[in-house]
């Protein structure tokens, strides 16, 4: 039995990924940060319980790719959709507009960069490329700007120049030869500061500033990999 326990919790990942998208397409958006929200969670504790009770399978892994397609490749496509289209149209969209179809480039890069993650052996510590769940987390904060600093200086990223732009440098992120660190924490203190660092960075901006802490974290994710790839003879942290 406990060899399917971590199976259920990502199907739980699955499902919270289609009440997100349903949420969205009905315009309740509060509701679908919270179901994104679930699907992260869901989506860190499945490896998590399949490492603690030894029971990793190639099903698993399969299957945790099939959940993050919905949860983090449809759903942002979803956001970055409602988002071009409100700006083209003044509301949410309750129908179908085409000039809001660019948003699934998103989608569909992460389906490639999902499947090419499942047959590449280099990522087992860190990452190769943006992972998916951090593209969604870049489009919530978008989608939270839009619900809360709409009127504000935050407001101007979401013109449709900028959401395109986000659109396509996420997209190439996510399928750039570009190491990225994971938030797995190995060895001793001095093997894993900058880790450590990042994630206190994290925690203030997240007191200061929750609404835009998601953008903020993203980018600074980003930049942080870049800064260690290209600046610094240790390639991992």
Not at 9 to 27: D, E, P, R
Not at 46 to 60: C, I, M, N, Y
Not at 184 to 196: A, M, Q, S, V, Y
Request: proline residues 5%; charged residues 10%; hydrophobic residues 55%.
């Amino acid at each position: 039995m406990r060899s399917h326990i971590p199976n259920i919790i990502t199907l739980l990942n699955l499902l919270s990924g289609v009440f997100a998208s349903l949420s969205l397409l009905y315009g309740q958006l509060e509701m679908a940060i919270v179901w994104i929200g679930l699907a992260a969670i869901a989506d860190f504790l499945d490896g998590l319980v399949a490492r603690w009770l030894h029971v990793q399978s190639p099903l698993g892994k399969e299957l945790d790719s099939l959940a993050d397609l919905v949860s983090f490749g449809l759903v942002p496509g979803i956001i970055f959709y409602g988002l071009i289209v409100h700006n083209q149209t003044g509301k949410w969209p309750d129908t179908w507009h085409w000039v809001g179809m660019p948003a699934f480039i998103i989608t569909l890069s992460a389906g490639l960069r999902l499947g090419r993650f499942n047959i590449d052996t280099r990522q087992h510590a860190d990452f190769i490329g943006l992972p998916t769940p951090a593209c969604t987390l870049f489009s919530v904060g978008l989608l939270l700007i839009h619900l809360f600093y709409s009127q504000l200086i935050p407001g101007y990223l979401l013109r449709t120049a900028f959401l395109i732009s986000f659109l396509l440098i996420l997209s190439f992120l996510m399928q750039a030869n570009l190491p990225m660190f994971s938030l797995k924490f190995r060895g001793d203190f001095k093997n894993n500061k900058l880790k450590i660092l990042f994630v206190i960075f994290c925690t203030i901006v997240l007191i200061w500033q929750p609404k835009l802490a998601p953008i903020t974290w993203i980018t600074s994710y980003v930049l942080l990999s870049l800064y260690i790839h290209y600046f610094t003879s240790n390639k991992t942290i």
